[in-house]
């Protein structure tokens, strides 16, 4: 499949890159090539195959939740920088 440079201009433009001449040139060859690959995978007949639901053969190790010890509200603050009377103070982020 071959994109020409509209195209190329038109996803630059949404994905807000910018570059010159050239480098449209060269990436349209490239997203050529990527698509034609892409296309050569839907000639793979994939009717008896199972869909891959993750990459990993692990297998999680659940344990059962437990209620354990926790800080109460004093002891969890102790060692903040900045506090208020039940709150740790941050600094502001968003103005």
């Known amino acids: 499949m071959k994109i020409d ?3 190329i201009k038109k996803i630059a433009h949404l994905a807000r ?3 010159d001449e050239n480098g ?3 990436l349209s060859k ?3 090539q990527i698509l034609d690959w892409v296309e050569q995978l839907n000639e ?3 009717e008896n195959v199972e869909p891959l639901t993750t990459m990993s053969s692990e297998v999680n190790d659940m344990r ?3 209620v354990g010890k926790h800080l109460d509200h004093e002891a969890g603050l102790k ?3 900045k506090r208020d009377a039940d709150y740790f103070r941050v600094p ?3 103005e």
Request: net charge negative; glycine share 0%; charged share 45%.
């Open 64 to 66: 059962e939740d437990k």
């Open 5 to 7: 440079k509209e195209a």
């Open 17 to 19: 890159l910018e570059f």
């Open 24 to 26: 449209a040139e060269k």
């Open 30 to 32: 490239e997203m050529s």
């Open 79 to 81: 060692n903040a920088p």
């Open 92 to 94: 502001k982020v968003l």
């Open 44 to 46: 793979i007949d994939t």
